[in-house]
């Protein structure tokens, strides 16, 4: 193979990662663009974080994206973060340019562009997040950011809970409370936008999140961030309830569309994208 025929290696980093269909998307987008890109989906247990790390600059990989459980463990083994990465405390995103490694996080950018897609704007709004980990995080700072009005967090650790509701107060003008998580969790008064930040649901796990439904009403907005499958549990219980629904789909196309311009410096293929994430889950 001659010399510029060498492919840029991107990938995925995550336990599980089995049914994550961000290979397909993003290899749809390189290909659109005729770009010698390949994104690459790897299982990394914890432990093996920081030697998978160590590989990926040996390789000289472009880039990779983080998930479960990887979002905060990776902070460690960065050079540099972005502003969002900063105040989120979480990433998503690393590039590698020139030995250095650089965290970014477009896992709150994705949902609040999808969340706008959708009509649904936080500005101004009272909005609930269910949990307090890296996508919690990053949702929370970002919806905030845009002009929220207030944001609860709901979470069974009290000291990650209250770690997050501290940030949105320290670092954005929204008003932030924490919300215990106890048995099952309650719907807070007044909740106008309601987001499942957790992993529960996220396939194989086909249950939903033990949250009051009957505190769900009629006009409240339902979002989840977990994609696989798009109609969750969670989301069927909520439109149950008469709640608009946002599934998690428009979250991760849009958070791909970040992460393609973050490492080929090009305008992503959005709608090509779109198409091969939804052929994914049969939706076509």
């Keep these: 193979m001659a010399k510029n025929d060498r492919e840029e290696l991107t990938g995925l980093l995550g336990c599980p990662v089995d049914e994550n269909p961000t290979g397909a998307v993003m290899e749809a987008a390189y290909r659109a663009l005729g770009l010698p890109f390949r994104y690459v989906t790897m299982l990394v247990r914890p432990e093996g974080l920081a030697a998978a790390v160590a590989g990926l600059r040996a390789m000289h990989y472009r880039?990779?994206?983080?998930t479960i459980p990887h979002k905060v463990a990776v902070l460690p083994l960065l050079d540099a973060l972005s502003p969002a990465a900063q105040i989120t405390g979480a990433v998503n995103?690393?590039?590698?340019?020139?030995?250095?490694?650089?965290?970014?996080?477009?896992?709150?950018?994705?949902?609040?562009?999808?969340?706008?897609?959708?009509?649904?704007?936080?500005?101004?709004?009272?909005?609930?997040?269910?949990?307090?980990?890296?996508?919690?995080?990053?949702?929370?700072?970002?919806?905030a950011l845009a002009g929220a009005e207030s944001v609860a967090v709901v979470n069974r650790d009290p000291g990650r809970g209250e770690e997050l509701a501290r940030l949105?107060?320290?670092?954005?003008?929204?008003?932030?409370?924490?919300?215990?998580?106890?048995?099952?969790?309650?719907?807070?008064?007044?909740?106008?936008?309601?987001?499942?930040?957790?992993?529960?649901?996220?396939?194989?796990?086909?249950?939903?999140?033990?949250?009051?439904?009957?505190?769900?009403?009629?006009?409240?907005v339902a979002c989840d961030a977990v994609f696989s499958?798009?109609?969750?549990?969670?989301?069927?219980?909520?439109?149950?309830?008469?709640?608009r629904t946002i599934d998690g789909?428009?979250?991760?196309?849009?958070?791909?569309?970040?992460?393609?311009?973050?490492?080929?410096?090009?305008?992503?293929?959005?709608?090509?994208?779109?198409?091969?994430?939804?052929?994914?889950?049969?939706?076509?």
């Design 93 to 143: 995103n690393v590039t590698f340019e020139d030995g250095v490694a650089r965290g970014e996080n477009t896992d709150g950018k994705g949902l609040l562009r999808s969340l706008r897609q959708h009509g649904a704007d936080p500005r101004g709004k009272r909005l609930t997040v269910l949990g307090a980990g890296g996508a919690a995080r990053a949702i929370a700072v970002e919806c």
């Design 229 to 243: 499958p798009p109609d969750t549990a969670f989301l069927k219980a909520a439109a149950a309830r008469g709640a």
């Design 168 to 220: 949105v107060n320290e670092r954005t003008s929204a008003k932030a409370r924490y919300v215990r998580w106890e048995g099952t969790a309650p719907v807070p008064e007044g909740t106008e936008l309601l987001i499942n930040a957790t992993s529960v649901g996220l396939y194989p796990d086909a249950s939903r999140p033990d949250v009051d439904y009957g505190g769900i009403l009629p006009g409240m």
């Design 249 to 284: 789909l428009g979250m991760l196309v849009n958070q791909a569309a970040h992460n393609f311009t973050l490492w080929t410096g090009r305008e992503a293929p959005e709608e090509v994208m779109e198409k091969a994430l939804r052929a994914e889950f049969g939706l076509a």
């Design 63 to 66: 880039g990779v994206n983080l």
